[in-house]
């Protein structure tokens, strides 16, 4: 059965690094998302990717957030300077043209220092 | 703007007993509803989900939710848990935009 993959599982790094985390989508999906959850909390919308461009993003993915979809397969997502308040888990989740359900991925933890 | 409230944090109850996951939603549109069931250090996966049609949905794992749009809720039940039930569930609705908009979730702890 087909499913979404993200790498790597668990990234540390330190306050004020770039990250990517990367997630290869379902292959025949167009709609691609990230979630975060951040320890103890909800998981909370931070972008939507379309046709090769942002088609929503939530007050959350701000200018240090960026995606890209940099060939046909992986869907990553960018932190430029990260945060103490950036450690959370990153959910990468993708749903067909078609289909109401998003697929999601088993998640990045990342963990700033 | 829609939201989800999950009133229950966190719900323990026997083995083999009935389980019901509260959620309630606000939205002035048509909705798409969701539940999701996380276990522990792993991701997301989709239980159940109402679109359409009949208010009853049935979903995996012998998991069923009854949308009521008089009450705004879409509650999640379980005629009988088991211990491998044991995990945290999502309620969630889906913007017309298309991403998901998520309850601040329900540990359910089943024990022995």
């Known amino acids: 059965e087909p499913e979404v993959t993200q790498t790597p599982s668990h990234q540390v790094t330190q306050m004020g690094q770039e990250v990517i985390l990367r997630c290869v989508p379902i292959s025949n999906h167009l709609y691609f998302y990230w979630y975060r959850q951040i320890l103890g909390q909800k998981v909370e919308f931070l972008v939507s990717?379309?046709?090769?461009?942002?088609?929503?993003k939530s007050e959350i993915f701000d200018d240090q957030f960026s995606v890209e979809r940099p060939d046909g397969s992986n869907f990553t997502l960018k932190i430029r300077s990260t945060k103490l308040e950036d450690s959370a888990m990153y959910f990468c989740?993708?749903?067909?043209?078609?289909?109401?359900?998003?697929?999601f991925g088993p998640g990045t933890r990342l963990t700033v220092l | 703007a829609q939201s989800v409230t999950q009133l229950d944090s966190q719900v323990p109850v026997f083995e083999e007993a009935p389980v019901e996951l509260r959620c309630n939603y606000s939205?002035?549109?048509?909705?798409?509803l969701f539940w999701y069931v996380q276990y522990p250090n792993q991701g997301l996966q989709l239980l159940l989900k109402?679109?359409?049609?009949?208010?009853l949905v049935k979903g995996i794992n012998g998991f069923e939710a009854e949308f009521n749009k008089s009450q705004t809720s879409f509650h999640l039940r379980k005629p009988s848990v088991h211990i491998s039930d044991t995990a945290e569930y999502f309620c969630?609705?889906?913007?017309?935009?298309?991403?998901?908009?998520f309850g601040k979730g329900t540990k359910l702890s089943v024990k022995p």
């Open positions: 989740a993708s749903r067909d043209s078609q289909g109401s359900e998003q697929f």
């Open positions: 109402y679109l359409s049609g009949s208010t």
């Open positions: 990717f379309y046709n090769n461009e942002i088609s929503e």
């Open positions: 969630a609705v889906r913007r017309s935009q298309g991403n998901l908009i």
């Open positions: 939205s002035s549109v048509s909705v798409y």
